[in-house]
């Protein structure tokens, strides 16, 4: 009997070894990165955002333009009530002149889409949590526009010119934005139409699109 259990033994071994050795997947990689994230604008308007890091998360948010006469700055982990991984495969800043900045990121362990609309104040800051990146590769967007829903809604917007279009859902969906796929199955977005497949609570499939010009 005792030469019977020494090979059951050393297999439970084996097995526990290789289960404890499996991590969790992540929207994208989550090694610690220590590099601030920098964007510069045109050299028209001089516009530049750096985000600093501490302790492997986004930390300080700084943003400003060739003629303003300081920067401002957010603390991002307070603005979102939440930290957040970040990577350069999953985050792109686009500035509209002196209007506006549009900072798009996906967290890279929940894997939650953020969209910020800032304005060169640091209290000019519209956040939407339910952004649908392109930085996933279930949505094919066109690079000069970003998404975002409410849950019964989906909005686009062009960050060049500022123009915007909506399409409604016809109902409200339930989503967890960090499991965004059991709601969201594909997304489709150019400057001429909007395509977007839901899946309702009992799981089934619910094609949309909708005409638009931006």
């Not at 996906?106 to 209290?123: A, E, I, Q, S």
Request: with cysteine; aromatic share 10%; proline share 3%.
């Amino acid at each position: 009997m005792k030469i019977l259990l020494l090979p059951v033994l050393s297999i439970v071994l084996f097995a526990s070894c290789n289960n404890s050795s499996k991590t969790a997947k992540t929207f994208c990689d989550t090694n610690c990165n220590s590099t601030s994230f920098d964007f510069k604008g045109t050299p028209e308007f001089g516009q530049s955002l750096s985000i600093s890091v501490k302790n492997c998360t986004a930390d300080t948010v700084t943003w400003t333009h060739g003629k303003a006469a300081t920067s401002s700055q957010v603390q991002l982990s307070d603005f979102l009530n939440q930290p957040v991984k970040l990577n350069k495969s999953a985050i792109s800043c686009a500035f509209q002149d002196t209007s506006f900045i549009w900072l798009a990121f996906n967290d890279c362990v929940t894997g939650r889409g953020y969209l910020l609309k800032m304005t060169y104040k640091k209290t000019g800051i519209l956040k939407m949590t339910g952004a649908l990146n392109a930085f996933d590769p279930k949505f094919s967007i066109d690079p000069d526009l970003r998404a975002y829903t409410d849950r019964g809604n989906i909005y686009v917007v062009n960050v060049n010119t500022g123009k915007q279009a909506q399409m409604t859902f016809k109902k409200e969906y339930e989503m967890d934005f960090n499991n965004v796929h059991k709601a969201i199955d594909t997304l489709n977005v150019s400057k001429q139409r909007v395509y977007i497949k839901l899946i309702d609570k009992n799981g089934t499939e619910v094609p949309l699109e909708k005409k638009i010009e931006l």
